[in-house]
């Protein structure tokens, strides 16, 4: 999937595809990536292999640690500007808790405000709702799953792109 | 001599952590303060006592001599740790406490007077033969002398108004010549400023270090230096990077240096943990700058190249107990660096920030010291000092132990908000630091180098594999790794 992403504010355009759950590829300016999930150490920290070389990669909301930087991470596309907190625009987890209901399914087209997810967190019910009218690309959990505090739930693409 | 059975820490955050592991090591109780505000961070659960301050202004809470002085009562403590900042160097809290008879681990109250004061402990130095910054500071105002004196102390000159502060009224005058129009601008500013035209003139010094010596004294006349701290890399006066050994001095200005300090003390008649700092000139010149009468933050440096625990002698001095050791015995080995993680944007003029620690980080380096008031989870506010750790290391050299800590700070991420981190680093790889070519105006000398850069190749790459990574589920092979850590869950197919 073409993803577009700024880092530090500068604009990158690569392509992301999944092979399962812990291989993908990445592709970017006509260069093939392999990339495998070694180990995700806790919510912040996975171990992953690229190109054959193992690295330490850190990230907690729009952050990512690379080496001593610390990288400001934002996805062009589903992210408006001002658009930050957490659950409400960028769908994913305000904190750690368990999803309990999933209300859509991929290739669901929704509008802006509708119910995706609800997930309960410090014993409270959160629905995570859709930021713009758009089209669901991926789901990644199910009912019941347990899911780390500032994760993406579900993917949305913008209709018309 | 008495031992101490139980320590008050009056202060907080990293430092009064950083005493209580020498007071359980030393089998001494603690009894450690929090507030209202403070109860998730680590300080507040980790004596053997916590008393909740509860809320309001410093002046209620940490700042309440009265009140430290009560619960030190209620307690029963033998004695107070002040830690640095706060009430470190405030006399009527070391009177409130002798009145109390409860001992400060700290200096005499005389030498924590006379050092407080400028002035005075400048006119001590001077009758101590102790060199100090050349200057004129009389009242004799007229133009002549004045420029008698400039050329006396020698150029460059730097002309200060007597009133003043924020740069106004200020030149530095690089030839005699130049000195006659200096002057009268000066004046001029300083008369539209402050309303008085009163100056003073001292040696400007164009590339100065500053160094500090890091004494110890007890209460028997023993008076012993523990080599110096290079603490040139400043901003906004703060230091941010500190080292042990100095680049720049050899061994007979080094030993110079440190046996000035000891002279400074023993001429105090002074006790316990001080640091003397000076300026030093290119030209192996040093001028006293003032002393501090107390434990410094950057006191992790000294305790790595000597192996000696400051704390521990600190106590060891307020119990009365003689130091025993001989100033031949205090070796300086190895090098040892101490960054300053600060919550702020440096490339945004270093603008505090705030947030929530997601994640600390954690070491994968042989013998790398954290020195924090933070643990994952915690929120950092405006409400006290946007330090958020202390990262140190020693190497056998000045070369390894930079390298050491560039990757070290690899480790620390204090993800969540914007911290120093890479601009730290970024102060590590300039070539004139690795040089040791360190000057207090190094941070403003090269900011332009200092500037964000932008990602390498690499980096871009893992950061887009970063920003797709951490979708999805938590937990390798796609299993929430929930279950606490122990034997129980991490022994895999082994059976016991």
């Avoid at chain 1, 509708?114 to 859709?130: F, N, S």
Wanted: proline content about 4%; some cysteine.
């Amino acid at each position: 999937m073409l993803k577009e992403w700024k880092f530090n504010g500068v604009e990158y355009k690569f392509d992301w595809a999944r092979k399962d759950d812990n291989e993908f590829t990445l592709e970017s300016e006509g260069t093939s990536h392999k990339i495998q999930v070694v180990k995700r150490v806790n919510d912040h920290v996975v171990l992953v292999n690229v190109n054959g070389k193992n690295h330490l990669l850190m990230k907690s909301g729009d952050l990512i640690s690379i080496g001593p930087k610390t990288i400001e991470a934002l996805d062009s596309r589903s992210r408006q500007k001002g658009a930050k907190s957490a659950g409400e625009e960028d769908m994913s987890s305000p904190m750690p808790g368990k999803i309990l209901k999933v209300l859509v399914s991929e290739g669901d087209e929704v509008s802006a405000g509708q119910g995706l997810l609800v997930m309960e967190a410090m014993k409270m019910e959160h629905t995570i709702k859709a930021a713009f009218e758009g089209v669901v690309t991926k789901v990644y959990f199910k009912e019941g799953d347990l899911v780390g505090g500032g994760v993406d739930l579900v993917d949305l693409e913008k209709k018309g792109e | 001599m008495k031992s101490f059975k139980k320590v008050l820490i009056a202060n907080r955050g990293e430092i009064a952590i950083r005493v209580a592991k020498t007071l359980r090591e030393r089998g001494i109780e603690s009894v450690m303060l929090f507030t209202d505000e403070e109860k998730e961070l680590p300080h507040a659960t980790f004596g053997d006592y916590a008393i909740n301050l509860g809320s309001g202004p410093l002046s209620e809470t940490y700042l309440n001599i009265d009140r430290l002085v009560k619960l030190c009562q209620e307690y029963q403590v033998d004695a107070v740790h002040p830690g640095y900042g706060f009430l470190s160097e405030r006399a009527p809290f070391a009177n409130a406490l002798e009145k109390a008879g409860v001992k400060l681990i700290g200096p005499p109250v005389t030498a924590m007077e006379a050092m407080g004061d400028k002035k005075t402990s400048k006119e001590i130095m001077e009758k101590a033969g102790i060199p100090l910054i050349p200057g004129y500071h009389g009242d004799n105002q007229e133009s002549g002398l004045l420029k008698e004196e400039a050329k006396k102390i020698g150029f460059p000159v730097l002309i200060k108004a007597s009133a003043g502060g924020g740069g106004k009224g200020m030149r530095i005058v690089e030839k005699l010549e130049d000195f006659g129009d200096a002057l009268e601008s000066a004046k001029r500013e300083a008369q539209n400023a402050f309303g008085d035209d009163k100056v003073l003139i001292e040696k400007f010094i164009t590339d100065p270090r500053h160094i500090e010596v890091q004494v110890m004294s007890d209460s028997h006349g023993n008076h012993f230096h523990f080599w110096e701290r290079e603490c040139s890399i400043q901003r906004r006066y703060q230091k941010i990077v500190e080292e042990s050994p100095s680049p720049s001095l050899d061994q007979p200005l080094r030993e110079k240096i440190c046996d000035t300090a000891v002279k400074i003390a023993k001429t105090m008649d002074y006790e316990g943990a001080g640091t003397v700092e000076f300026i030093l000139d290119k030209d192996g010149s040093f001028y006293f700058l003032e002393m501090n009468t107390r434990l410094q933050v950057e006191h992790p440096v000294t305790e790595m190249v000597t192996g000696f625990d400051l704390v521990d002698l600190q106590v060891r001095v307020a119990q009365g107990e003689k130091l025993s050791f001989k100033q031949e015995e205090i070796i300086q080995k190895g090098h040892a660096i101490e960054v300053r993680l600060y919550a702020e944007n440096p490339d945004k003029d270093f603008m505090p920030s705030v947030g929530k620690i997601a994640y600390v980080g954690e070491s994968r380096l042989i013998g790398v010291r954290l020195d924090t008031g933070y643990q994952d989870g915690n929120e950092v506010t405006v409400s006290f000092d946007p330090m958020l750790a202390k990262l140190i290391v020693w190497s056998s050299d000045r070369v390894s132990a930079i390298s050491k800590m560039e990757k070290a700070l690899c480790d620390y991420p204090f993800l969540g908000l914007t911290t120093n981190r890479d601009y730290l680093s970024r102060i590590l790889k300039h070539p004139r630091f690795r040089e040791g070519l360190t000057y207090t105006h190094f941070v403003k000398t090269y900011e332009e180098d200092l500037k964000r850069e932008e990602l390498s190749q690499e980096e871009a790459l893992l950061s887009m594999v970063a920003s797709q990574v951490f979708k999805g589920k938590v937990g390798g092979q796609g299993e929430v790794r929930t279950a606490p850590k122990g034997p129980w869950t991490t022994l895999g197919p082994w059976r016991l």
